[in-house]
């Protein structure tokens, strides 16, 4: 039987931002052991336990990755990060149906699927499982039942961990440390490939030529600021000509339609639940700054290089981004809400300043 320690700490030679310490006291025991027991007889049940790899192989060039454990934008962006190590091979990818647009026209994903019954298992060499989740399993049982398998995080998933570090640093294990810890934290980020069509609905729009973008709304309470009227109103007392396109989704629109309402004379475009995620990440793309709290759309402005005033909480920046990553960020440990208007306002001066000096060398 797998080792308990196996299951449940770091397997790599390189050390990562990480909260396992607080998931592995004493007080959590019996929960992760019922959570590794039920998952390793499960897989015994479903006769996949001798079908486990620890390794590519040179003659796998076919593969076939299950992500759905994680069923958030975001998560998905961040687990499947590492897809451009092995951009060699040809990757297809099962997801959720919510997400499966974002890949559509990935770079590094030839077919995506989000119905069991279009995939046959003879195209592929090998099955990449975001976890080993009992609905993962099931779902590498249904398509693919004899074929080799490993799991990204495997029994692991629970502690916290900076996703997208552990995605490269777990791919680059299973492909025999190709490379070094250096060259890992230069090219760990996302990545989102933006269609020709969704780059000419952005097109149309007519945008003004310089803007910058803020992210509105949000999933949890404690990472969703409420204060943006606050921020506007100070980026506009710098430079009343600022214009500013809001973007989000439908979780926004009460936020978006509030700004609008009290800034009618501001040079503000709500952008807010009216186009798909990668047509807004296009929109972001073409903005000078983002100003955000954690999310999907920080995620979109990671992957096309937009430089980012990021809010977090609970979660830091180290758990978040990563060195390759152009970040202004501002943390509180309970709720962004709590965090300084003059510290945004401050971090926003750096990130302008940044842009600026970056434009000014390229010119």
Request: net charge neutral; proline share 2%; charged share 20%.
């Amino acid at each position: 039987m797998h080792s308990f320690k196996k299951t449940y700490v770091l397997p790599f030679k390189f050390e990562i931002p990480n909260y396992t310490q607080y998931f592995l006291n004493k007080n959590h025991f019996f929960k992760r052991y019922l959570k590794f027991l039920k998952r390793y007889i499960y897989i015994i049940l479903k006769g996949q336990n001798t079908l486990e790899i620890n390794h590519f192989s040179r003659n796998q060039k076919s593969v076939l990755w299950i992500n759905v454990s994680a069923p958030s934008i975001g998560d998905s962006i961040m687990d499947l990060s590492s897809r451009v190590l092995i951009n060699d091979r040809k990757v297809d990818l099962y997801t959720e149906i919510s997400n499966a647009k974002v890949y559509e026209h990935d770079l590094f994903i030839s077919n995506v699927f989000t119905n069991k019954a279009l995939i046959n298992q003879y195209d592929y060499d090998l099955v990449i499982l975001d976890s080993y989740s009992t609905r993962s399993i099931r779902i590498k049982n249904d398509v693919a039942p004899k074929l080799p398998y490993f799991g990204m995080f495997g029994y692991f998933n629970g502690p916290e961990v900076n996703r997208v570090l552990f995605s490269f640093h777990r791919m680059n294990q299973l492909l025999g440390y190709i490379n070094n810890e250096s060259e890992i934290s230069k090219i760990a980020k996302a990545s989102l490939s933006i269609s020709i069509d969704d780059k000419k609905v952005i097109q149309r729009l007519k945008l003004p030529e310089k803007y910058i973008s803020i992210a509105v709304g949000g999933e949890w309470a404690y990472r969703t600021f409420n204060q943006w009227d606050l921020v506007i109103e100070r980026l506009s007392s710098r430079n009343d000509r600022l214009n500013i396109v809001l973007v989000g989704s439908e979780n926004g629109n009460d936020a978006a339609q509030g700004l609008m309402e009290k800034f009618l004379d501001s040079n503000i475009i709500n952008c807010v639940a009216k186009f798909t995620f990668n047509q807004t990440a296009e929109i972001i793309n073409k903005a000078s700054i983002l100003l955000c709290c954690d999310g999907g759309l920080m995620h979109a402005a990671n992957a096309v290089n937009t430089p980012i005033v990021p809010l977090f909480a609970r979660l830091n920046e180290q758990m978040q981004l990563t060195d390759s990553i152009c970040s202004f960020a501002v943390f509180d440990e309970l709720d962004v809400n709590n965090i300084d208007i003059n510290n945004i306002y401050k971090m926003y001066i750096e990130a302008s300043d940044f842009v600026e000096n970056s434009s000014t060398s390229l010119s």
